[in-house]
């Protein structure tokens, strides 16, 4: 199990390299500024120039969409992990503090937990003002508590388990176990956990940007991409199409991954 | 019984946090309150009288300290005044109660036939697993989760409403502009339920009582339809019930992608407008709908599952 | 060396066990014996201080512990270790088997190279060779890891072993095998061990004192020879004539 674990981490960290390799080469070669409008060449469909199009300023809408996908990928990534770190901590902290302030964690961490993502993000994004940083914010503050609610879960079976109670025995203090036995063996689950919500973070912020609660227009985010061109749908469809397809194929790209992760740690292959 | 009395507190300790964490997030919003709410009141007035401005501090106690402010609201919305719309002067229940409707008409149609097609999928992929039926289901599954709800809903609208104009694309009113909406809906629900009903089929399948009556000489259909059907109900069930948010989430990007009226562009339209008091309802709507179902699904679990043991709960 | 009068364990208002008096001497196996939910495990998890029991006398020499009322609370001496039933539930999954028989020494602060060799000797000692010590345990047989147990158990030297079961996970020929050495082991070290199980034949082979419990209570406290030639009870001649009609017994105890 854990050589074909090891495996798929190599070949999962080929893979993330050699799309980022992509992208940052993308860009590079680009002859195209994401932000260069072109009024002689609008919303002309895919050319040999213009791989995926331009769009309704003359942008060249695949050097857009390679932008786009630091906004997309970068901003979702950092929120997941924000949460995952945070959430984990929490979580950990709850399954270690006895019956009353286990309670109290978790009634708060069940409190956050009630709002859904979107209608908590519409709602600080909203009042706040539309902008990337109170997205951001937005979505960190609604991030962590599956994780707390996993991370409490499992670190409660685990500190059952055999092992546990012999590293107590043999004198190894809380702190030295939480480090060495059980955060190691809570982790795998949760890093299933992060790919998920990695893509689902992904599909809230292009989500939020086409509502125009998120990251907005002319920035290349795919979502606003996706608002700026509803618009042309009739006369130019591939101002929708292109970056909807992106949304699409990132987000089952992470699916699959985080399925054959998950997979892989499946405890009859352990 | 103590396990009960610690839910039931554990449910009203959530509602309080709910209520704190929705008021504090109207509290920190920017803005002059009293301005607005003179606003409301005296749509016709050009300017506002300062006079005016400090008499709604006093009567809102707006100047009060974040506690205090927050239990005199909470004791209303105990009551159940929920206060008065900014923008409109309505009571924010007679507006709620007025959106309502429409959300309900769109979601419980997309429910119906999502679910439908999501079992209908499921079960023929766990009774020929394997076969081409299965891996579509798979597929269709996985693209379905990937896919982002309202470019699902641009593409319909492109190929029904462009295209071969069979169908309004935006608005409400007739029953022909339900039909995109709740489609697209509906396709979201399939996807996501499709994949948990085959894998609670399948678990059900392979449970040992199956071989069992497979040894008895039970035909496979009669073991599907009266064994594995029952079998995997209740955890689906569980998860439907659990799927609630995806569900409203849904919604809400459904009717702004189709400009419909409902829940969903209410609460946009009035975070949009920093119509306070509508935005703390609906998002106290939200959430208490989210926590009650949640209770009650767990509360038939451990009715009709003994097993189900104390301790277990969130 | 370890010396208990009329142990009590009560937890949520419920008595598990009552009345049991043991003693151990030095280089002696005392076998707990009893159905499953009889109580036994109740015993020496509450000699290890991880269930809160009372008592009318309690010994323990390598410590000089002499007390009456609550247990003591052990976790932690370097005195006592614990081999449990499962040994995939005992090791961690993420440890090298080294790494988890070295975690016994954890108190001591050694140097690194003497960890590695008290390992490499103690894996030895459970017939292990010093290739294991980087194996994990789900690439090593069920006996193997029942063997890093042992290991584990035996490197801090302790004086007392207490063991859960250590035979019942494993298949016939491994258990005969692991039986026997540690029976060696106590022979040569001097160790006191306190084994439960539910296995007959083990304690008729092995055991210097039998103890009987039913139901969280004293059946019978006897030496080996007296338990099966002149049982204290009924229901303890019941359990020996089931075992020996199974053919469960050695030949000695056939008798």
């Known amino acids: ?270 | 019984m103590t396990h009960a009395l610690i839910r039931l507190t554990g449910l009203f300790v959530v509602i309080f946090g709910i209520a704190l964490i929705t008021f504090a997030l109207a509290h920190f919003a920017p803005g002059d309150k009293a301005q607005a709410i003179a606003h409301a009141r005296y749509p016709d007035a050009m300017g506002i009288p300062p006079q005016i401005l400090i008499d709604i501090r006093a009567e809102f106690r707006l100047d009060d300290p974040f506690h205090l402010h927050f239990l005199n609201w909470f004791g209303q919305v105990l009551r159940g005044d929920f206060g008065v719309s900014y923008s409109s002067g309505e009571r924010v229940w007679a507006i709620f109660l007025g959106s309502l409707g429409e959300t309900v008409t769109l979601t419980i149609t997309s429910l119906v036939f999502g679910l439908t097609g999501a079992f209908i999928l499921a079960s023929l992929a766990a009774r020929y697993p394997g076969s081409i039926i299965d891996r579509a289901a798979v597929v269709i599954a996985s693209v379905g989760a990937a896919m982002p709800g309202f470019w699902l809903a641009l593409l319909l609208i492109l190929a029904f409403a462009v295209h071969l104009q069979w169908l309004p694309a935006y608005g409400t009113g007739t029953a022909a502009h339900l039909v995109l909406p709740a489609l697209t809906l509906a396709l979201w629900v399939m996807a996501s339920q499709t994949r948990l009903l085959r894998s609670f089929f399948l678990d059900a399948r392979a449970q040992p009582f199956m071989e069992t009556l497979r040894l008895r000489g039970h035909s496979e259909s009669e073991l599907f339809y009266r064994h594995t059907l029952r079998h995997a109900m209740a955890p689906a069930l569980t998860m439907i019930g659990l799927d609630f948010a995806s569900l409203m989430e849904g919604a809400i990007i459904i009717e702004l992608t189709f400009a419909r009226s409902g829940i969903g562009s209410l609460f946009a339209a009035s975070v949009l407008s920093r119509d306070l008091p509508l935005v703390m309802f609906l998002v106290m709507f939200f959430a208490v709908i989210y926590v009650l179902i949640n209770t009650s699904v767990e509360l038939v679990q451990r009715l009709s599952d003994p097993r189900m043991s104390e301790g277990n709960g969130p | 060396m370890l010396s208990v009068d009329n142990l009590t364990v009560r937890t949520q208002g419920k008595t598990l066990v009552q009345g049991v008096s043991l003693t151990v001497q030095p280089g002696q196996m005392l076998c707990i014996i009893g159905e499953s939910g009889a109580g036994k495990s109740t015993v020496i998890k509450a000699l290890q201080g991880l269930m809160p029991g009372t008592c009318d006398h309690f010994r323990f020499d390598p410590i000089g512990l002499d007390l009456k009322g609550a247990l003591p609370d052990m976790v932690g001496l370097p005195n006592t270790r614990w081999v449990m039933q499962d040994p995939l539930a005992a090791l961690d999954p993420r440890f090298r088997l080294g790494r988890s028989v070295a975690e016994s020494l954890h108190r001591l602060n050694l140097p690194v190279d003497e960890r590695l060799s008290r390992v490499k000797s103690a894996l030895e000692t459970v017939e292990l060779g010093p290739e294991f010590a980087d194996r994990f345990p789900t690439e090593v047989s069920m006996g193997q890891a029942q063997r890093a147990c042992l290991a584990r158990a035996m490197i801090a030297e302790p004086r007392l072993i207490f063991f859960d079961e250590p035979l019942s996970a494993l298949d016939a020929l491994v258990q005969k095998k692991i039986a026997r050495r540690m029976d060696e082991l106590r022979r040569q070290t001097g160790m006191a061990y306190v084994v439960v199980t539910h296995d007959l034949g083990f304690a008729a082979t092995y055991a210097d004192h039998i103890i009987l419990l039913r139901q969280g209570h004293m059946e019978a406290s006897q030496t080996r020879e007296a338990f099966f030639i002149r049982p204290a009870n009924a229901y303890a001649r019941a359990l020996i004539d089931a075992a020996r009609n199974l053919g469960a017994l050695p030949e000695s105890q056939v008798a």
């Open chain 1, 1 to 270: 199990m854990r050589a074909a674990l090891r495996r798929f981490l190599r070949r999962l960290s080929l893979a993330v390299t050699c799309i980022a390799g992509a992208v940052i080469a993308g860009l590079w070669l680009t002859p195209y500024d994401p932000a260069a409008a072109d009024f002689l060449d609008r919303l002309s469909p895919p050319t040999a120039q213009h791989w995926a199009g331009t769009d309704h300023l003359g942008r060249d809408i695949a050097t857009r969409l390679l932008h786009g996908g630091l906004w997309s990928l970068g901003l979702s990534l950092t929120i997941t992990a924000f949460g995952l770190v945070t959430g984990t901590l929490i979580g950990i902290i709850a399954a270690q503090s006895g019956r009353i302030g286990d309670f109290a964690i978790m009634r708060v961490t069940d409190s956050f937990f009630a709002f859904p993502e979107l209608v908590a993000a519409v709602a600080v994004a909203g009042i706040f003002g539309p902008s990337t940083v109170n997205l951001v914010i937005a979505l960190m503050i609604v991030s962590w508590m599956k994780f707390t609610r996993l991370a409490r879960t499992l670190a409660l079976t685990t500190s059952k388990q055999d092992f546990v109670t012999q590293a107590r025995l043999n004198g190894l203090s809380q702190a030295r176990i939480l480090l060495v036995h059980i955060l190691p063996n809570i982790l795998p689950s949760i890093l299933v956990l992060g790919t998920n919500s990695w893509s689902r973070t992904i599909l809230a912020i292009s989500g939020l940007s086409f509502l125009g609660f998120g990251v907005q227009p002319p920035q290349s985010e795919w979502g606003a991409m996706l608002l700026d061109g509803k618009p042309y749908m009739q006369s130019a469809p591939h101002l929708m199409i292109f970056p909807g397809l992106t949304v699409l194929i990132s987000v089952l790209a992470i699916n699959l991954a985080g399925d054959r992760l998950r997979d892989l740690l499946a405890p009859q292959s352990m």
